[in-house]
């Protein structure tokens, strides 16, 4: 089965710019999760959802951070404006259900300048 | 909320020899603890897990165990090899009422197997 497809692998952008990444999950799977992986962390959870609904952004800095997943199939998560602190891996993942395994896409590797 | 504490940082072992990486977390509710295996550049790739019903799971060399009443869950590699080598990270599943449920992820383990 394909796996959960991100774009762009890598972006480099000035701080103050906006930047936007994409996530295709593994089809059928109802659960989409974003997180930040900082160099040296464990990824932490930025923003779930079920279908096209939000279950927790409890940690997504929403004055800058925005996401959306439509269609209940892919999604985006943007960057308005970008600091140098944002500078991190952005992993998407997804899972049939949220109890069930999640699978990571290779990720998004921001640098803000 | 849930916190997952994961020690230790670095570890470099003896190809051959076993590697233990340990984990503790703080909601008593939490009941699914998995481990991700990460190459440098690449995703986190699930590697095994484990349900609060179990005590232990066995999967070739890797192993890991869970004591539910001290809140903590191990990683056990034996016959460890260089294609082990990479970052390693444990995480709870925690069940909170207002946000379902959540990963919630350790700071990761840097494995170094020398040949």
């Known amino acids: 089965e394909a796996g959960v497809a991100q774009s762009p692998r890598y972006k480099i952008i000035e701080k103050r710019q906006s930047v936007a990444f994409w996530c295709n999950p593994i089809?059928?799977?109802?659960?989409l999760y974003w997180y930040q992986q900082i160099l040296g962390q464990g990824p932490k959870l930025l923003i779930q959802?079920?279908?096209?609904?939000?279950?927790?952004d409890s940690q997504l800095p929403k004055d800058r951070f925005s996401a959306e997943r439509l269609k209940g199939v892919d999604s985006t998560l943007k960057i308005q404006p970008a600091k140098l602190e944002d500078s991190a891996v952005y992993l998407c993942?997804?899972?049939?259900?949220?109890?069930?395994?999640?699978?990571f896409g290779a990720g998004t590797r921001l640098s803000v300048l | 909320g849930e916190n997952v504490e994961q020690h230790p940082s670095t570890l470099s072992v003896q190809e051959g020899d076993s590697a233990v990486i340990k984990c503790t977390y703080s909601?008593?509710?939490?009941?699914?603890f998995p481990w991700y295996k990460q190459e440098l550049g690449k995703r986190p790739q699930l590697i095994i897990d484990?349900?609060?019903?179990?005590g232990e799971k066995k999967d070739q060399r890797i192993a890991v165990t869970l004591n539910k009443t001290a809140k903590h869950f191990s990683l056990h590699i034996t016959e460890t090899q260089p294609e082990d080598s990479a970052v390693y990270f444990c995480?709870?599943?925690?069940?909170?009422?207002?946000?379902?449920?959540?990963?919630?992820f350790g700071a990761g383990t840097i494995l170094r197997v020398k040949s």
């Open positions: 909601d008593s509710a939490s009941n699914y």
């Open positions: 959802f079920q279908n096209n609904g939000v279950v927790d």
């Open positions: 089809s059928g799977h109802a659960t």
């Open positions: 993942a997804s899972s049939l259900e949220p109890s069930h395994i999640q699978y």
């Open positions: 995480a709870a599943l925690s069940s909170e009422v207002e946000y379902g449920n959540k990963l919630v």
């Open positions: 484990i349900r609060s019903n179990v």
